[in-house]
């Protein structure tokens, strides 16, 4: 069984997580996100995404099985952005500071306390 890889998150605790696999498949699909992508990390996987280039990315790419879950959590995020969090990577994020990552930061800390996978 593969473990948990990526979770997209929103400002309300809505989360869709992908195992190893599926984060695989989907970067692969996706060209990484790069297109939907407003700030990331430089080491890792972990990101803010706009919700209206999430959704056309999906729908531009071949289909993946978790497609349905990401653009139905971009298209009722309340905000303008959803938040990727990199479970596998024990990143600290240091290269990681434009207003993004405040932002990102922001949002990690309110949905789970503390930030999953940073160590």
């Known amino acids: ?21 599926e984060a695989a498949s989907l970067h692969e699909l996706t060209d990484g996100l790069e297109s939907a992508t407003v700030s990331a990390c430089q080491q890792c996987r972990s990101r803010v995404l706009a919700c209206l280039a ?25 905000t303008p952005h959803v938040f990727v969090q990199d479970l596998i990577s024990r990143c600290r994020h240091r290269v990681w500071r434009d207003p993004g990552y405040a932002e990102w930061r922001g949002a990690l800390d309110d949905l789970l306390g503390e930030p999953r996978g940073v160590h």
């Open 54 to 78: 999430l959704v056309d990315v999906l729908d531009d790419a071949p289909p993946h099985p978790r497609s349905k879950d990401l653009r139905e959590l971009a298209e009722e995020a309340p």
């Open 1 to 21: 069984m593969s473990r948990e890889s990526l979770v997209f998150f929103d400002d309300e605790a809505n989360e869709v997580v992908l195992d190893e696999r």
